[in-house]
């Protein structure tokens, strides 16, 4: 069994703090695609795929609907060569940080450990990427055939990622699983004398942005201004990734949710107004946006796990800018995930949800963080969003302007930890003016269902770093560039509650949708096209 690996240097290079190297298994595929239109050569795999679709028009004189399949030629390019890469975790002390690291330390070195029902061994369940498979296609004899998410394409695998990050407080990450209260006292004892030597990096500490009640674990701060503390940030992120033999690292916000930033002309509009906000000191500038610009200007991808505004038009317009990547907001983990599932079950079966009432309590630092009424509100309003794109997909159920009642209620109960509990109605009208209700009511376990999720954004985010793709026309006087897919990394809406996507882009929130979504692209890298649940193969005669 190898020990995991600590990397530790001189003072001087603050990023060593806390590394920890965890496998080899990356780039691992399940198959190779047999098809001219495929090249496997020089370290990439080079696709030609036919992007079918359907334009959509209106004529003017008889308003009739009309309805145009195009095609659109596009080559990817994927690097098949995953290298060395690093996750630095914001919040790395929090419930999800010391969570997924023990979780990843235990997995990458097989420790097993005594439940009250015998040896449980680590896996990564709750995990899309490490834990569900998808279709490839049929047999010869017409049978599905199914392989891992993460063998697609070659993906990083958690197993190999070096782990470290910033907190407010200086505890160490052993002590800090310890805290958290959320893995099984006997893998606690196994895993901590590796994760006690692992201290986080002093982080940005702004008290208006989160409650009050967290100043008592702000002991490891960053003190002088903003655009010290930027430049400060800057150099973990470079120093982390020298000291560490890196290829690429991706930035990853965990911490406690933030109030809304207020967007402000001149300030955080856009990206040129916002480096000059960071260099005036404007209260505007929350921590978190703080770590994004840092994460864009270093060329290290940036997501936000929390439901805050992280990345206002200034922060992604860098972004677009730099031709670095940012996704948010917020872990879609259990409640909300739950409701993205059945409401579009709800409105594509014909049946109009007429109110939606949402409650849940916890008792975790989350919760104690989110009993404040302004970072209440961010939360609010990333969970609030979710059922909108499948309401207005549906004009039979629904006239224009009209929405579902929508009600969503937080409460902190110290006594429940990490065990969050969840009841959600749902009073739907069906037939003949009847009413059905639906009561669900959910025990989620908050950080063992959000830490698999850092794991599945990680290696999304990784992947796309690896993709490039440029659109192929007969008209083409010269070949076109290769280029990287557009900043926002709308992929990644699966595992997120708001999905930031591209200015003037729809938002999906349908499970199911996010899902196929990012399981046909992954097919379209290697020139595979969509998946489908036609079966033409058992439906007609062959």
Same mark, same amino acid.
């Given at each position: ?186 893998? =606690?004892?196994?895993?901590? @004398?590796?994760?006690? !030597? ?7 500490? #702004?008290? $208006?942005? %989160? *409650? ?29 990734? =020298?000291?560490?033999?890196? @290829?690429?690292?991706? !930035? ?7 109030? #809304?930033? $207020?967007? %402000? *002309? ?52 860098? *972004? ?223």
């Amino acid at each position: 069994m190898s020990p995991i690996n600590i990397t530790t240097s001189a003072a001087a290079n603050r990023a060593a703090t806390a590394a920890a190297a965890l496998g080899s298994v990356s780039g691992a595929t399940a198959f190779k695609v047999d098809s001219p239109y495929v090249r496997y050569a020089d370290g990439a795999i080079e696709s030609d795929y036919m992007y079918d679709t359907t334009i959509v028009s209106r004529d003017a004189e008889t308003g009739q609907l009309k309805a145009k399949p195009t095609k659109v030629h596009y080559q990817f390019q994927t690097k098949t060569s995953v290298g060395r890469v690093g996750l630095m975790l914001v919040g790395w002390g929090g419930n999800n940080g010391s969570t997924v690291t023990a979780a990843i330390l235990a997995n990458k070195q097989g420790i097993s450990w005594e439940t009250r029902k015998g040896t449980q061994e680590p896996n990564y369940f709750g995990s899309v990427m490490m834990a569900s498979t998808v279709k490839l296609g049929v047999d010869e004899n017409l049978r599905d055939v199914y392989v891992p998410f993460n063998e697609v394409v070659p993906m990083a695998h958690p197993n190999d990622v070096v782990i470290g990050g910033w907190d407010i407080n200086s505890m160490n990450i052993g002590e800090a699983m310890r805290r958290a209260q959320v893995l099984p006292v006997d893998l =606690q004892r196994r895993v901590y @004398d590796e994760l006690k !030597v692992l201290k986080p990096l002093p982080s940005v500490y #702004y008290p $208006d942005f %989160i *409650a009050a009640n967290q100043e008592e674990r702000a002991d490891n701060v960053l003190r002088g201004t903003k655009q010290e503390h930027l430049e400060q940030l800057r150099r973990d992120i470079r120093e982390f990734k =020298q000291t560490n033999g890196l @290829d690429r690292v991706i !930035v990853m916000w965990t911490a406690n949710t933030e109030r #809304y930033a $207020d967007i %402000i *002309a001149g300030v955080n509009d856009t990206a040129d107004n916002l480096l000059q906000a960071i260099a005036d000191g404007h209260v505007e500038v929350s921590p978190s946006t703080l770590f994004a610009v840092a994460s864009i200007l270093e060329g290290a991808p940036f997501v936000n796990g929390s439901p805050q505004n992280t990345l206002v038009p200034g922060a992604i317009e860098l *972004a677009e800018r730099e031709r670095s990547f940012v996704g948010g907001d917020d872990f879609k983990s259990g409640q909300t995930k739950i409701k993205s599932v059945l409401a579009e079950f709800l409105v594509n079966a014909g049946i109009k949800p007429l109110a939606i009432t949402s409650y849940n309590h916890l008792g975790n630092n989350d919760g104690r963080n989110l009993s404040a009424p302004a970072q209440f509100r961010s939360k609010e309003i990333s969970k609030s969003s979710v059922v909108d794109d499948m309401v207005g997909s549906n004009n039979l159920l629904y006239k224009k302007g009209e929405h579902p009642d929508h009600t969503i209620v937080i409460k902190y109960v110290p006594s429940v930890g990490d065990s969050k509990r969840a009841l959600d109605e749902y009073v739907s009208e069906i037939f003949m003016g009847g009413l059905n209700t639906i009561s669900i009511y959910n025990t989620c376990e908050d950080s063992l269902l959000a830490s698999p999720l850092i794991i599945d954004l990680f290696m999304m985010t990784e992947l796309m770093t690896r993709v490039t793709y440029r659109v192929k026309s007969d008209a083409d006087a010269v070949e076109p560039q290769w280029q990287p897919f557009h900043s926002v990394l709308s992929i990644l809406s699966y595992m997120l509650k708001a999905p930031v996507v591209a200015p003037n882009t729809p938002v999906v929130n349908a499970l199911a949708k996010q899902r196929m979504a990012m399981e046909n692209i992954m097919r379209a890298f290697v020139g595979l096209p969509p998946n489908n649940e036609m079966l033409l193969e058992h439906k007609a005669f062959h």
